[in-house]
């Protein structure tokens, strides 16, 4: 294992940052054990004592997770949804949490369940409109959540000033980076107080895991969500870990990959007369392009294109493909078509009219030619 984890490129610190003894094999074993031998008073012997608070395949995934996100510490759970729920667990009641319109709409229905509890008060803004942020910031929230690039309108948010803004009033920032992974950003290093992750895409990488992570810029609420994961039963399995971090090894190939067919599939639909939008931060017309081009390496693998005809020329389109399936999720190596209006119900935020592409690594001339004759045929 390297000394100095931060020293390390990313690329590197993905593949050198285990802590998992291997005994000299290449590939680190799977820890099954539930249990850990202790000493007669309870004393820890090995490191680790039951693995409902850590295991060292979950170790090993939080600490090359930590080195990517440039974190303190990081801890890895059972999904994507259980990291994001923990970090909302630590706010006092009745804290104001402001998120962005568009959302992930698992969370925004876990915020709408915790309002009617009376845990916290959600407010949904757009976070791009300065002057709603300041009257937002004035209430004195607890937290500001967001994700860049979102799902699946994939705006863009400056994160660099809206941590400046939430600072300044003393609330905290999180930002959802499932869909740009720690190879495209790094929102820590943006001033982001928290970074979630779902490992169940783009870091499992293969549609096989399913995975969260919460990484924090300082250790001030290590202990309570360590004793809260424990207590909540909320952690990764050793083997989902093992999975996760066998997928981060490969991350930064293949997410180049997908950024790169990603932008041939939204260069070859921009201008459809059939589409009245494709959503492509790669893209030079993009609203958020400048920023998307100064705090990401590159775009993301994830595209979403609008029918201008609406709701059934897009569920049309969705039944006509034949390379991309239709199925939920993102970030594998083969391509997902959605129509995600039809998840949400009946809480419908996305346009009815959108199609969301997770955009794989299959030649992306097939993947165009598949879209087009499913647009056109
Ligand atoms: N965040 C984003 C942006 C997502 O797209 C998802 C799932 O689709 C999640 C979080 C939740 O992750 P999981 O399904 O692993 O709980």
């Not at 000493?39 to 997770?65: C, I, K, M, Q, W």
């Not at 959302?103 to 008060?121: C, D, M, N, P, Q």
């Not at 810029?217 to 202990?223: G, I, P, S, T, Y």
């Amino acid at each position: 294992m390297a000394d100095d984890p931060k020293a390390l490129k990313p690329e590197t610190a993905a593949i050198h940052v285990p802590h998992v003894r291997r005994d000299g094999a290449m590939a680190p074993p799977i820890h099954m054990a539930t249990t850990f031998e202790h000493g007669p008073a309870y004393e820890t012997l090995h490191g680790f004592d039951y693995s409902r608070s850590s295991n060292p395949n979950v170790a090993d995934l939080e600490a090359r997770l930590t080195a990517l996100e440039r974190g303190s510490f990081g801890l890895a759970y059972a999904s994507g949804m259980a990291a994001g729920a923990a970090l909302l667990d630590t706010l006092p009641v009745g804290a104001r949490v402001v998120f962005h319109n568009s959302l992930y709409h698992g969370f925004r229905a876990l915020a709408g369940l915790l309002e009617s509890k009376g845990r916290i008060v959600p407010v949904f803004i757009d976070l791009n409109d300065g002057e709603a942020l300041e009257k937002e910031l004035a209430q004195k929230p607890a937290l500001v959540w967001l994700e860049s690039p979102t799902n699946p309108t994939l705006e863009i948010l400056d994160i660099a000033a809206i941590a400046d803004k939430a600072h300044a009033v003393g609330a905290k920032l999180a930002v959802d980076g499932t869909f740009a992974t720690p190879a495209l950003q790094q929102p820590i290093s943006l001033g982001a107080d928290y970074v979630i992750h779902s490992l169940t895409k783009y870091i499992g990488g293969h549609s096989d895991v399913m995975g969260g992570a919460l990484i924090a810029a300082n250790d001030a609420l290590q202990e309570e969500l360590s004793l809260g994961r424990s207590l909540s039963g909320a952690v990764l399995s050793p083997f989902n870990a093992w999975l996760a971090a066998r997928g981060l090894q490969t991350l930064h190939c293949r997410v180049a990959t997908h950024c790169a067919h990603a932008h041939a599939v939204a260069k070859a639909l921009e201008g459809h007369p059939r589409l009245s939008n494709v959503h492509y931060p790669g893209l030079a017309d993009h609203p958020g392009h400048s920023i998307a081009a100064s705090q990401m390496h590159d775009f993301g693998g994830m595209v979403s294109i609008e029918l201008a005809d609406g709701r059934d020329a897009a569920i049309a389109m969705a039944s006509k493909v034949r390379l991309f399936t239709n199925a939920t999720s993102l970030g594998g190596v083969e391509s997902l078509i959605e129509h995600r209006a039809s998840v949400e119900e009946p809480h419908v935020t996305s346009p009815l009219g959108l199609l969301r592409l997770s955009v794989g690594l299959e030649n992306p001339a097939d993947l165009v030619a598949d879209l087009l004759q499913a647009l056109e045929g």
